[in-house]
């Protein structure tokens, strides 16, 4: 078996090399992480967490148990689920705007009506002014997808004005980014005309990135267990996901588009976490399955003594720790 790291030493170099400036600054990054004991993934998991937050991204994980991985839309929903859209969307006004206006304080009150007093302006001048700070600043951004633009314009409108948002436009906005919005037509008002699916959900995410660094975050840190999809289903259900080798297929490809739209992302990073079948030769389930996704993960030249911290696929082990160079 190929050496392995422990996790207090991957999590220190991801921290150093990744997380404190390549993603802060604009990059992306995948990397496997395979565990070879029991107690690895909740470190690596935890451990994570801990330094995503103390480097200010936004950390959220994600469990094949749970959640069907395999469908791109759903990590989004996901994703989209655990993101505060108020305070985001607040947070970004404040950075946008504090460098030209008195501010008020509250939320409530952070409203065109309200800065305009602050400033001195006729509302019509200051929501004038804004609306154009707006369109250049998100609707001009072409780093986002048109339809993530949209929303959070009329996120952003709808904070400003409730009057000319409506809630119900605003509620349905944020319905249409976690998948619970039904029919779509409730969004024409806002020139949204489709789903977050399987052709665009992968394009949501990466916007959603890049959203989180314009909202004060350094960005998205993303944490996929994918380690359901390498264990046979139990004769006795119990209340979770379990998947067919077709499944565990369409999973691979999904982590292999990722890591083909590396380049094009922006301050994000992910983290796929698998078990030790992960890497079994001739297991049906293992990476070994789906030569698209073992080909650009493989560490198929390496050092005989030294394990590479850098590397796409690494292998992690509390009772095991050896060289780094």
């Given at each position: 078996m190929a050496e392995c790291m422990s996790p207090e030493s991957w999590l220190s170099i991801i921290k150093k090399e990744y997380l404190q400036d390549f993603i802060r600054e604009g990059g992306a990054a995948v990397k496997c992480v395979v565990t070879v004991d029991g107690s690895a993934p909740l470190e690596i998991k935890s451990g994570l967490q801990r330094?995503?937050?103390?480097t200010g991204f936004f950390?959220?994980?994600?469990?094949?148990?749970?959640?069907?991985?395999?469908?791109v839309e759903q990590i989004f929903y996901q994703v989209a689920k655990q993101v505060d859209w108020d305070a985001a969307v607040l947070s970004f006004l404040r950075c946008l705007l504090q460098d030209h206006y008195k501010l008020p304080q509250s939320q409530t009150e952070f409203t065109l009506e309200q800065i305009a007093l602050l400033?001195?302006?006729?509302?019509?001048?200051?929501?004038?002014?804004?609306?154009?700070r707006l369109r250049d600043a998100l609707f001009l951004d072409y780093a986002m997808s048109q339809e993530f633009r949209i929303a959070m314009i009329t996120l952003c409108r709808h904070q400003l004005d409730s009057a000319e948002v409506s809630d119900s436009l605003c509620l349905s906005i944020k319905g249409w980014l976690r998948g619970e919005l039904r029919l779509v037509s409730a969004l024409k008002q806002a020139l949204i005309f489709q789903k977050i699916g399987?052709?665009?959900?992968?394009?949501?995410?990466l916007s959603l990135a890049h959203w989180l660094k314009l909202s004060g975050k350094n960005g998205l840190v993303l944490l996929l267990d994918i380690s359901r999809y390498t264990m046979d289903k139990p004769k006795a259900p119990d209340g979770t996901f379990y998947y067919s080798t077709g499944a565990v297929?369409?999973?691979y490809e999904v982590l292999r588009q990722f890591i083909d739209g590396t380049d094009e992302s922006e301050y994000c990073f992910l983290a796929i976490l698998a078990q030790s079948r992960f890497l079994d030769e001739g297991d049906r389930r293992s990476v070994h399955a789906y030569d698209a996704?073992?080909?650009?993960?493989?560490?198929?030249?390496?050092?005989?003594?030294?394990?590479?911290?850098?590397a796409p696929l690494v292998r992690i082990s509390c009772c095991q720790s050896t060289g780094v160079k």
């Amino acid at each position: 078996m190929a050496e392995c790291m422990s996790p207090e030493s991957w999590l220190s170099i991801i921290k150093k090399e990744y997380l404190q400036d390549f993603i802060r600054e604009g990059g992306a990054a995948v990397k496997c992480v395979v565990t070879v004991d029991g107690s690895a993934p909740l470190e690596i998991k935890s451990g994570l967490q801990r330094q995503a937050e103390e480097t200010g991204f936004f950390f959220t994980t994600i469990d094949a148990a749970f959640i069907k991985i395999h469908l791109v839309e759903q990590i989004f929903y996901q994703v989209a689920k655990q993101v505060d859209w108020d305070a985001a969307v607040l947070s970004f006004l404040r950075c946008l705007l504090q460098d030209h206006y008195k501010l008020p304080q509250s939320q409530t009150e952070f409203t065109l009506e309200q800065i305009a007093l602050l400033n001195g302006y006729e509302e019509r001048d200051i929501r004038h002014a804004i609306n154009n700070r707006l369109r250049d600043a998100l609707f001009l951004d072409y780093a986002m997808s048109q339809e993530f633009r949209i929303a959070m314009i009329t996120l952003c409108r709808h904070q400003l004005d409730s009057a000319e948002v409506s809630d119900s436009l605003c509620l349905s906005i944020k319905g249409w980014l976690r998948g619970e919005l039904r029919l779509v037509s409730a969004l024409k008002q806002a020139l949204i005309f489709q789903k977050i699916g399987r052709h665009n959900a992968r394009n949501m995410l990466l916007s959603l990135a890049h959203w989180l660094k314009l909202s004060g975050k350094n960005g998205l840190v993303l944490l996929l267990d994918i380690s359901r999809y390498t264990m046979d289903k139990p004769k006795a259900p119990d209340g979770t996901f379990y998947y067919s080798t077709g499944a565990v297929l369409d999973c691979y490809e999904v982590l292999r588009q990722f890591i083909d739209g590396t380049d094009e992302s922006e301050y994000c990073f992910l983290a796929i976490l698998a078990q030790s079948r992960f890497l079994d030769e001739g297991d049906r389930r293992s990476v070994h399955a789906y030569d698209a996704l073992k080909l650009r993960i493989w560490d198929e030249v390496h050092d005989r003594i030294y394990i590479n911290p850098l590397a796409p696929l690494v292998r992690i082990s509390c009772c095991q720790s050896t060289g780094v160079k």
